[in-house]
Structure formats: structure tokens, C-alpha cells
């Protein structure tokens, strides 16, 4: 693994199934973020994590959860899919502080699609 | 709070065209700032950073930002595009106070030869 990973690379789901989508680092850093890419909206953060064990929810956080059970892993969970969460997801990780603060690595994102 | 502006959302140009991308944010501190691309299909990829120093930062493939304090602006130059820069750019800030990366809504560029 070099990076970020996230899986799945696409998905098709129907509405009111639970869906994670999985995302792992390997650069050893505090911070992971979800994202969604939204066409004319940018990228929107929808939950964050500075550290392992602690998480917080960003500009988009209903209707998902994340769970941070080790610095390496940031799953994100919709728990009932519905069609307004189709979007591309993005998971994403940095340092915390220092000189690189802000500096973000993305994966190579999910496309979901929710009917 | 804080915010990031891209006045340009879809621009236009022929290869060799000289190319500024504008980027103004709100927040009045110490701030870092990024311009990172999303080729089609692709993740974002950080392109360039401005942390400190020299307000002229010079990044990959030709590309350069200018920091003006003054002004809240870091715009992004190229003096001739070439058709493999069509791709999405994004500016984004962060404040040295707070933990949240904050991207503006993104420049849509389509380059054709």
C-alpha cells in the first residue's frame, strides 16, 4: 500500500441500505477526512478525525458516521442510503501541526450511486 | 467564518494561452494555502503550497501562485497551457488556529489545441 486506499472504487445501492465505505492510510498520519464532490458545490467535509479514538463532524455529517479504531483506518458508514447522497467520496489524511499543516492526501475516491 | 471565493468557475483557452485562476479568502490570520488539481476521473493532487517566505510560490508543471497579504489573494498563473492542464483546480486555506482544510467550489479549465 502506498498512501491512500478506499474501497469500493463504485458502487450502485439501493435506498435504505447500509453502506460503509472503507478507507486506509499507510503514511502514518493523525488527521483522516471524508469528503463528497458535488458538481458546482466542491468538495465538502463531512467528518473528520485529528487523532485515533476521537472524531467530528464537518460542513455535511447528517446521515453518516465514521468510526476511528486505529490511526490508520476511516471507514464511513450511511446507515439508510438515500438518493441525495449519491456523490463522489473522498477519504483524505494529514499531520496535525508543523510546518505541513493543511496539507492533505486523497484517495482515489468512491462513486456511489443511491436509486 | 472563515471561506474561500474561486471567481472563475469554467474557463476556456487555447494552448499557449496564458492562464490566472483567482482565489480570495475571508479569514484575517496566519493562514496556509494550497491550490491542488483533479484531472478527469482523477483525485485531487496537490499542485502547489504557500506556508511562509517568498509570496511567489512556484509549483508543478509550470504553474505559480502569488500570496498578497493585502489583497486576501492567492491567484494561480501559468504562462502557456497546454492541453493536458483541462483538469478542475481548487484553492483551500487553513488557518494556523484552526484543523479545518477549507476548499472554495473550484475552477472547471478545458484547454483545447
Known amino acids: 500500500i502506498a498512501g491512500i486506499t478506499q474501497a469500493p472504487t463504485s458502487q450502485i445501492l439501493a435506498a435504505g441500505r447500509r453502506m460503509t465505505l472503507r478507507c486506509t492510510q499507510d503514511?502514518?498520519?493523525?488527521?483522516m477526512y471524508w469528503y463528497r464532490q458535488d458538481l458546482g458545490l466542491g468538495l465538502r467535509l463531512i467528518h473528520y478525525?485529528?487523532?485515533?479514538?476521537?472524531?467530528g463532524k464537518g460542513e455535511v455529517p447528517d446521515g453518516y458516521s465514521v468510526s476511528r479504531a486505529n490511526t490508520d483506518d476511516f471507514p464511513l458508514t450511511l446507515a439508510s442510503a438515500v438518493p441525495s447522497q449519491t456523490s463522489v467520496y473522498f477519504c483524505?489524511?494529514?499531520?496535525?501541526?508543523?510546518?505541513?499543516?493543511?496539507?492533505?492526501?486523497f484517495g482515489p475516491g468512491t462513486r456511489l450511486t443511491v436509486l | 467564518a472563515q471561506s474561500v471565493s474561486q471567481h472563475n468557475h469554467h474557463v476556456i483557452l487555447s494552448e499557449a494561452a496564458s492562464l490566472e485562476l483567482g482565489c480570495n479568502y475571508s479569514?484575517?490570520?496566519?493562514?496556509?494555502l494550497f491550490w491542488y488539481v483533479q484531472y478527469p476521473g482523477q483525485h485531487l493532487q496537490l499542485l502547489l503550497k504557500?506556508?511562509?517566505?517568498?509570496?511567489l510560490v512556484k509549483g508543478i508543471k509550470g504553474f505559480e501562485a502569488e500570496f498578497i497579504k493585502s489583497k486576501f489573494s492567492f491567484n494561480l498563473r501559468k504562462p502557456s497551457v497546454q492541453w493536458s492542464d483541462t483538469a478542475e483546480y481548487f484553492c483551500?486555506?487553513?488557518?494556523?488556529?484552526?484543523?479545518?482544510?477549507?476548499f472554495g467550489t473550484g475552477t472547471r479549465l478545458q484547454v483545447f489545441p
Open positions: 483524505a489524511s494529514s499531520v496535525t501541526s508543523g510546518r505541513a499543516l493543511g496539507e492533505q492526501f
Open positions: 503514511m502514518r498520519h493523525n488527521a
Open positions: 479569514y484575517g490570520g496566519t493562514v496556509n
Open positions: 504557500y506556508f511562509s517566505g517568498d509570496p
Open positions: 483551500a486555506v487553513i488557518s494556523r488556529f484552526t484543523d479545518k482544510l477549507i
Open positions: 478525525s485529528n487523532t485515533a479514538g476521537t472524531t
